[in-house]
T-cell receptor, first 115, second 115 residues
Framework: AQSVTQLGSHVSVSEGALVLLRCNYS??????LFWYVQYPNQGLQLLLK??????LVKGINGFEAEFKKSETSFHLTKPSAHMSDAAEYFC?????????????FGPGTRLSVLP | GAVVSQHPSRVICKSGTSVKIECRSL??????MFWYRQFPKKSLMLMAT?????????EQGVEKDKFLINHASLTLSTLTVTSAHPEDSSFYIC???????????FGQGTRLTVV
């Protein structure tokens, strides 16, 4: 079975500050890991993903995440927050060979960016 | 890239009526589609897996008779919320597996409000 936890349901940062959204997973098989962003009343937009290879993954809008197997983590970071980054962020996991099929999502973290 | 189109994006219906939500894969064939539900301030929960030409597979606790899923063609899956009640108000989102061992492609989501 797989599960995802996201520490902090709500994170607030000042504009220009570092963004750090935490994600830990549990999986009995090698995971595929994803970060999605959801703006109000919109669907999910893929920020980045880790499947295999380089553990530091760069995504859109300046976000990146690092897969740390030893820590079972996939934390999302951005060096400098922008007001437009305010949204809900979901970490998700599926697994190798599942061919992109059903995902297990974390509970989400709402990011607020303060001026 | 692959696109999944979900319609309608918003719907308001009266209690007791039925609502149909469509999910279309626009430039690829999807033999499988997934339906998720997002409760307020919660993460997305997989409701069911629709399979083209066969019965859908429902997750534990999801009422099959209330949430009717039809996958009549390789590009269309529908979710019908029957005899809707206010507690069915939620954000529903579909997804289709990508080509090969990749992430899923998500629809834009449907905000259902039952009054």
């Amino acid at each position: 079975a797989q599960s995802v936890t996201q520490l902090g349901s709500h994170v607030s940062v000042s504009e220009g500050a570092l963004v750090l959204l935490r994600c830990n997973y549990s999986s009995s098989v090698p995971p595929y890991l994803f970060w999605y962003v959801q703006y109000p009343n919109q669907g999910l937009q893929l920020l980045l993903k880790y499947t295999t290879g380089a553990t530091l993954v760069k995504g859109i809008n300046g976000f990146e995440a690092e897969f740390k197997k030893s820590e079972t983590s996939f934390h999302l970071t951005k060096p400098s927050a922008h007001m437009s980054d305010a949204a809900e962020y979901f970490c998700a996991v599926t697994f190798t060979g599942n061919y992109g099929q059903n995902f297990v999502f974390g509970p989400g973290t709402r990011l607020s960016v303060l001026p | 890239g692959a696109v999944v189109s979900q319609h309608p994006s918003r719907v308001i219906c009266k209690s007791g009526t039925s609502v149909k939500i469509e999910c279309r894969s626009l430039d690829f064939q999807a033999t499988t589609m997934f339906w998720y539900r997002q409760f307020p301030k919660k993460s997305l929960m997989l409701m069911a897996t629709s399979n083209e030409g066969s019965k859908a597979t429902y997750e534990q606790g999801v009422e099959k008779d209330k949430f009717l899923i039809n996958h009549a063609s390789l590009t269309l899956s529908t979710l019908t919320v029957t005899s809707a009640h206010p507690e069915d108000s939620s954000f529903y989102i579909c997804s289709a597996p990508g080509r090969g061992d990749t992430e899923a492609f998500f629809g834009q989501g449907t905000r259902l409000t039952v009054v």
